[in-house]
């Protein structure tokens, strides 16, 4: 029978190995956590349909009808959907991932393992609302009788951005959640802030072009419109400067999640 002994230091020189031998944790907490998202709820998993659909009836009647937004040649729901699926997706992993150390206190302060497993396994679960609600989009294109080309096989890529910054975020906020317990209150500000901010009811195209690389700053910027892209749903020409910065965002938050996330994690069953 193994025998797990922590030693000073022990954990620290096996930390990233030790994420392959607590794997059956990860998927007990993904697990549990699916299962929570949903329980006693009269539609259950209708609900990972029902909040982008709303959505999408909103900006559309706002934006496509009353502002007049241009929509590059398709209809303006199927602009805003291509564009909500993936914001929706990084706002659920941020806030529930954001809030996970909080909210699993008593396993953090029992028991050894890499912390980094509890904000992962809820940032995985919100994907699973995001394949869900992907139905609408399909249902969408196949509605308009929009043609898809080899442009479809980069969607991944695209979805995987969308993960990584979702994960990169919420390292940063649920390390500092576990010490300044005001970042539950600071998450759904940058939620509903992000919304605005990001081109979700609108093409990027509408900003200037000399404030357009700029603007790609938010990592959320090149995820959107790459799905567009993806769909014949935005400007022909994807904005590639845009892209590599959105990118290049994204993997600096990661690599200094990741480095605050470590460095800080060795404090929290002592804090928290």
């Known amino acids: 029978m193994n025998e797990l002994v922590i030693e000073p230091g022990r954990a620290e020189k096996n930390y990233w190995r030790d994420l392959w031998r607590y794997r059956e944790l990860f998927y007990f907490l993904a697990w549990r956590d699916l299962l929570v998202r949903y329980k006693q709820t009269v539609i259950g998993a209708l609900w990972a349909i029902i909040r982008p659909v709303v959505t999408v009836v909103v900006f559309t009647v706002i934006f496509g009808k009353l502002a007049g937004l241009p929509s ?94 979702a994960t990169s975020a919420a390292l940063w906020i649920s390390a500092l959640n576990v010490t300044y317990r005001d970042f539950r209150y600071v998450v759904p500000f940058l939620v509903q802030l992000g919304l605005y901010v990001s081109p979700v009811g609108f093409s990027s ?13 938010n990592p959320m910027v090149g995820v959107i419109e790459g799905f567009r892209w993806v769909l014949g749903a935005g400007d022909a020409n ?34 928290i």
């Open 238 to 271: 994807l904005y590639w400067p845009g892209l590599w910065l959105s990118a290049l965002v994204v993997a600096c938050l990661l690599g200094s999640g990741i480095m605050f996330f470590r460095r800080t994690e060795r404090t929290f069953a002592d804090v």
């Open 205 to 217: 195209t509408i900003v200037p072009e000399h404030w357009r690389l700029l603007y790609s700053v």
């Open 72 to 165: 590059h040649g398709v209809p303006y729901s199927v602009l805003v959907c291509a564009a909500i699926l993936p914001w929706q997706l990084f706002a659920s992993a941020l806030s529930e991932g954001g809030n996970s150390l909080v909210a699993n206190a008593n396993l953090i302060s029992k028991v050894y393992f890499p912390r980094v497993i509890i904000p992962l396994s809820s940032i995985v679960v919100c994907l699973v609302d995001f394949l869900i609600s992907s139905l609408i989009l399909v249902s969408l294109v196949v509605w308009y009788g929009i043609p898809l080309s080899w442009k479809i096989l980069a969607l991944p890529l695209f979805v995987v951005m969308t993960m990584l910054a």
